[in-house]
């Protein structure tokens, strides 16, 4: 069991920035990959971007050049800095843990909207 637990969200206008924050309840190398995700109302959830145990990111098109994912293994906790933010990036952002098991651990959300 890997428990999940987001900050950081906010409200902000266009261009501005914002940094998530993932805290995990045990060592992040202990999973595969870590990984945000996000969800606006009437869509599917999909795929920010994601760093795997031996420090390889992805990220979506979409997202690519305005934001980084990094960790803090001495803290257990993932970070999403997001710059230049704009009005499509509103949603709900999910953290996630994949196992080598395959189990997939979410967190609760954190709000983010962005204001034009």
């Known amino acids: 069991q890997v428990n999940l637990v987001e900050s950081g969200g906010g409200l902000v206008q266009a261009g501005e920035s914002l940094r998530l924050s993932c805290a995990a309840s045990r060592s992040i190398f202990g999973s595969q990959q870590m990984g945000w995700y996000r969800q606006s109302p009437g869509k599917q959830r999909e795929l920010v971007a994601t760093?795997?145990?031996?420090?390889?990111?992805n990220y979506a098109d979409s997202v690519k050049g305005r934001f980084t994912i990094s960790r803090d293994s001495a803290k257990n906790t993932v970070y999403l800095q997001m710059n230049s933010l704009k009005p499509e990036d509103t949603a709900v952002y999910y953290c996630?843990?994949?196992?080598?098991?395959?189990?997939?651990?979410w967190g609760q959300g954190t709000q983010v909207t962005v204001s034009s």
């Open positions: 760093i795997t145990r031996g420090g390889v990111t």
């Open positions: 996630a843990a994949d196992q080598f098991s395959g189990i997939k651990y």
